[in-house]
């Protein structure tokens, strides 16, 4: 795997700018995937890897571009838990652990870098050098991944009794005996005009 820096020049590119969130993106991909013995997430161990992202923020960006996971490949996961942390999973052993950015590492940060006056950006910089156990809680968990959830091809296609739109992976809802979409049983995040 590339070093520290040229993960962190690439996920940079692809974010749009350089942020504390992504200092803490890649450096918790690289020690996650240290942790489940992942070494080239992106070649040969791509199919091996699996990662629940808990929040839609910046280091999500970082740990897209490290691990090489995707919504579209389904070997990323979005649980919106509006938590910095993710789970690395590697599915051929079943070693997971979950890693989650330290709230007291930003009052930290300070330790490091106090000549830096503008916060944010003694963050990033501190983010840097801070040792793996301020900036980080590790914990080794069991990822509990459902079958429809992994990579590969739909498991089942159904289609909506009231739309007529094509349900995948066992997201259609069973409601009053018919089965639908997750919009036509109430959960619609648009409104038809």
Known sequence: MESFAELLEASTKIHGHICAGQVIGVRMSILGLEKIGIADPRG???KKLYVIVEIDRCA??????????SLGKRSMRWMDFGIMAATYVNLETG??????AREESRELAGKYCPEIVDKYQRQLEAYRIMPENELFRIEKVR????????????????QCEECGDWVQDCREVEKDGRTLCRACAGSRYYERL
Do not use: F, H, N, Y
């Not at 070693?95 to 989650?100: D, L, S």
């Open 95 to 100: 070693a997971a652990v979950r890693i989650t």
């Open 44 to 46: 040969k161990d791509r």
């Open 143 to 158: 990822a509990i991944i459902p079958e429809w959830d992994l990579p590969g091809r739909p498991l089942r296609r159904v």
């Open 60 to 69: 999500t960006d970082a740990i897209q571009s490290v691990t090489g996971c």
